[in-house]
């Protein structure tokens, strides 16, 4: 499988375009103006404590209080528990945080829509192979370093280095970058990590809340941090400045990959010459074609993201089972991709089409399982319930690629259809009546838009005219052709 990441930086934003095999399979894109701050550590003030919530509101000097919750308190002052299965029972938000108090907190989650930034006490500060957890005696592991030998020959290195550095203060977590690495590259990422622990600490001890203590990397190194493995091809900037600084930090953190990082000078725009462009505005669509001619219909909702099947143009070559399952198998593929680039986050339950043959419904989940692997986002995903429905949830902690790029449509207001120009007119009737009972006028001139006007004056022409000798009063009508469909007024004369 072939691996490619673009990045492309413009003086107003930066967007990363990781694509496999020619297809475009994530999309990240940070904003100067508004950039994401998960990651970041605050020095923030306790505002408010909720009992009834068991959580408490911070302020960290955004526009809106952060929220966080009883139990991201105590998991800092307990550290991880990778044996005891027992739930820890969270204590009263009273006892843990008061008003006007201090804390050090750290964003797990952007604000999105309406909602605060989510918090945590437990801090973490990541690179290229580690995150460290200061103040916490606990060495993890990634779930995605399969190999036995390779998981125990990392933990006995971090274990064995951090007793050889006693002036280290806290707890490891192995990221999935660390397999195969050497013992020097492990350690460097310590004596790093730790730095970086003690700069913080003495920022804390002299800036006065809120304020803001550490901020992540900008999205072009994260990038290379987070996303390049070795099956990683080529990456390719179109900022020279940002190249420069990419190959610096390239040259100190991560050398086996600067002949992979390269400078991208051609004049067609790079997110063009790969048309991820097409791609992006695909993805803000609600419809996603299949090759084979069937479709997924995406629909997000604040509550949930629904994703509907249907075989569409796709009629098959044997018979309807048939034809169902190869629908329901391509979906899969496209419903993991489609996860992934538009950065979809909750709870998500997707409506295959009923199969009736249990070993169909085993390879769907199966396939969906399969190419949910690549997500860099936990997953979780239970089997295909007795409607027939597949739920899932989806880590989210940044805003999807939709409410990135879009807002609510004004003239909608988000519903995603509009009152027919028939009942806008049913409307305006009732509207005179009501006016025509409590005022008095002459006539009466209803203003609206080019459409309702048009409908007024032909098809319910003969409704005007029962409606003008009914309140034995003219009514007259004007186009206003910046009101929407929805907007109209009724003027007394």
């Known amino acids: 499988m072939s691996e490619e990441i673009l990045i492309n930086v413009t003086p107003v934003e930066t967007r990363v375009a990781l694509v496999e095999n020619g297809m475009l399979q994530e999309a990240y894109i940070e904003r100067t103006s508004r950039k994401g701050i998960v990651g970041n550590i605050y020095k923030g003030k306790v505002v408010r404590v909720l009992p009834g919530m068991e959580a408490a509101f911070v302020d960290i000097g955004l526009e809106r209080a952060a929220f966080i919750h009883a139990s991201d308190v105590v998991c800092s002052q307990t550290g991880p528990d990778e044996a005891s299965d027992v739930p820890k029972t969270v204590p009263d938000i009273r006892t843990l945080l008061r008003e006007g108090q201090s804390l050090v907190v750290q964003v797990t989650k952007d604000p999105i829509g309406t909602k605060g930034a989510r918090l945590t006490t437990q801090l973490s500060i990541p690179s290229r192979y580690l995150v460290f957890m200061p103040g916490v005696s606990h060495i993890g592991i990634s779930q995605r370093i399969e190999d036995d030998t390779e998981r125990s020959r990392l933990k006995a290195l971090i274990e064995q280095a951090a007793v050889e550095k006693e002036d280290i203060d806290g707890g490891f977590i192995i990221r999935t970058a660390a397999e195969g690495a050497s013992t ?18 003495e920022r804390i001890t002299r800036v006065k809340a809120p304020c803001a203590v550490y901020q992540d990397l900008p999205l072009f190194i994260r990038t290379i941090r987070d996303l390049i493995r070795p099956q990683t091809e080529k990456v390719r900037i179109d900022s020279r400045e940002s190249h420069q600084r990419v190959m610096e930090f390239v040259d100190e953190f991560v050398t086996e990959f600067s002949d992979k990082v390269e400078y991208y000078p051609g004049e067609r725009p790079i997110f063009d010459l790969y048309s991820v462009e097409d791609e992006i505005q695909k993805a803000l669509s609600r419809k996603v074609q299949l090759k084979s001619g069937g479709y997924v219909i995406i629909d997000q909702t604040e509550a949930m993201t629904t994703i ?8 098959g070559h044997r018979n309807l089972e048939e034809t169902i399952f190869k629908t329901n198998l391509e979906a899969a593929r496209a419903i993991s991709r489609q996860l992934r680039l538009r950065n979809l986050g909750g709870i998500i339950i997707i409506d295959f089409i009923d199969m009736e043959d249990t070993e169909h419904q085993r390879q769907v989940h199966r396939m969906l399982e399969k190419m949910l692997e690549r997500d860099h986002a936990k997953t979780k995903i239970t089997g295909v319930s007795e409607l027939g429905l597949v739920e899932m949830t989806r880590k989210r902690t940044t805003e999807s690629l939709g409410q990135v790029l879009c807002e609510s449509c004004p003239v909608c207001d988000g519903r995603g259809f509009l009152k027919t120009a028939e009942t806008v ?27 309702v006007v048009d409908r007024l004056l032909d098809e319910e022409s003969d409704n005007v005219a029962d409606l003008e000798t009914f309140i034995s009063k003219t009514i ?18």
């Open 476 to 493: 007259r009508f004007q186009v206003e052709p910046f009101y929407s469909q929805e907007q109209y007024d009724v003027v007394l004369l």
């Open 425 to 451: 007119c049913y409307e305006i009737f009732r509207e005179i009546m009501r006016v025509n009972r409590v005022y008095e006028a002459e006539s009466y001139l209803v203003m609206a838009s080019q459409k």
């Open 308 to 315: 509907d099947i249907n075989t569409g143009a796709f009629v």
């Open 184 to 201: 020097e590259e492990m350690v460097a990422d310590m004596v790093y990590l730790h730095r970086v622990s003690q700069s913080i600490n």
